[in-house]
């Protein structure tokens, strides 16, 4: 697997930045002010504006979150240079992957109408394309081909932000007004959209209740009328998700997983897959390993730590994980125990 030069990572970092600067340009004007609200013991930011004689009020995200609190106390210095910024995308996708036209534009689309403001999570390949940048690697072609975006969402976060999207239907129709509604059995309860070229949009929340949840629409009161299918171990795979870039336009600031939890989460799901379903087992497994590697190189003790989270969260965790591991190849497990020993002599 090949490195991309440290030139390209320093661009890739700084591009990080300026997209979540535009971020704030585009959400917030200065018309407004930044007001921390308590909720529960915990203070969170809001963004107050007084319209038409009322006030409104916009949830931005924790306090204690250092990236969204360094931004407010600069909001006023803050100023996108989206030409600048394209630049800096050519130049990065000459190496790093780029996404095709309607992955790029869906997922601008639900940055603009404020997914990841309302802390949403890009997940699945779209995130592991992101992952290139971050981890400075190359990653390959086979690795980064899809048809469709998945975003999760923790359902606590969505009802009790306060906020919410615009209607999700509206903000696909505005990329490719093709989108429909993937029929469900109850209107209301709709997780998913798709397009006349069968590109899939979908919402998905973890399942952490019992197995009864499974396949059950979560309502999701920040999801603009979208509803979210729950999954078992997705509460693993967005907790505390790091900030990417997908290179798209000007670059569009996401939340995507820790690239070691999606790897582990990776092997986990590879062995839930429907025993037709071949292909993305295989899919699951190679992109584990290519993560596995890149991450064993200046991050093997967060690969260890997942891995040690993941093993000790239940028996058929730790069983999923000892499945996946005989899929992969001896080098790749070599490098997998390396991390695991790596993380018990630092505690």
């Known amino acids: ?153 923790f359902k606590a976060i969505s009802d009790a932000v306060g906020d919410t999207m615009p209607p999700i239907l509206d903000v696909l129709q505005e990329v490719d007004e093709g989108f429909k509604p993937v029929p469900a059995l109850d209107p209301a309860s709709v997780t998913a959209f798709i397009n006349q070229d069968q590109y899939r949009v979908e919402f998905l929340t973890p399942n952490r209740g019992s197995d009864e949840h499974q396949g059950k629409t979560a309502e999701m009161p920040a999801l603009g009328g979208a509803g979210a299918t729950p999954l078992r171990y997705l509460d693993f795979l967005i907790k505390d998700p790091v900030w990417s870039v997908v290179l798209y336009r000007g670059g569009v600031a996401v939340r995507v997983p820790d690239p070691a939890r999606y790897a582990v989460h990776k092997m986990i799901v590879s062995t839930r897959r429907h025993k037709t379903a071949f292909a993305k087992a295989d899919k699951d497994i190679f992109q584990a390993g290519i993560l596995i590697e890149a991450l064993s190189k200046h991050r093997s003790f967060e690969l260890g730590e997942a891995m040690s989270i993941a093993e000790s969260s239940g028996p058929k965790w730790k069983a999923a994980i000892e499945q996946a591991s005989t899929a992969l190849n001896e080098e790749t497990l070599v490098l997998l125990e390396k991390a695991r020993e790596a993380f018990r002599k630092s505690t």
């Open 1 to 153: 697997m090949q490195s991309i030069s440290l030139a390209l990572q320093t661009t890739f970092a700084e591009l990080i930045e300026r997209c979540l600067d535009a971020s704030f340009d585009r959400d917030f004007d200065e018309q407004g002010q930044f007001v921390k609200v308590t909720s529960k013991a915990r203070e969170y930011w809001y963004f107050q504006k007084y319209q038409h004689g009322g006030r409104n009020r916009r949830y931005v995200g924790p306090v204690s979150e250092p990236e969204i609190t360094s931004r407010v106390k600069k909001f006023k210095e803050l100023k996108a240079d989206f030409s600048e910024r394209r630049e800096m995308v050519r130049a990065l996708g000459q190496i790093l992957p780029r996404p095709d036209g309607t992955t790029g534009a869906v997922v601008e689309a639900l940055w603009k109408a404020g997914f990841f403001r309302l802390r949403g999570v890009l997940v699945g390949t779209v995130a592991f394309q992101a992952y290139a940048g971050l981890l400075g690697l190359k990653l390959p072609s086979t690795s980064i081909m899809t048809q469709d975006a998945d975003f999760a969402q």
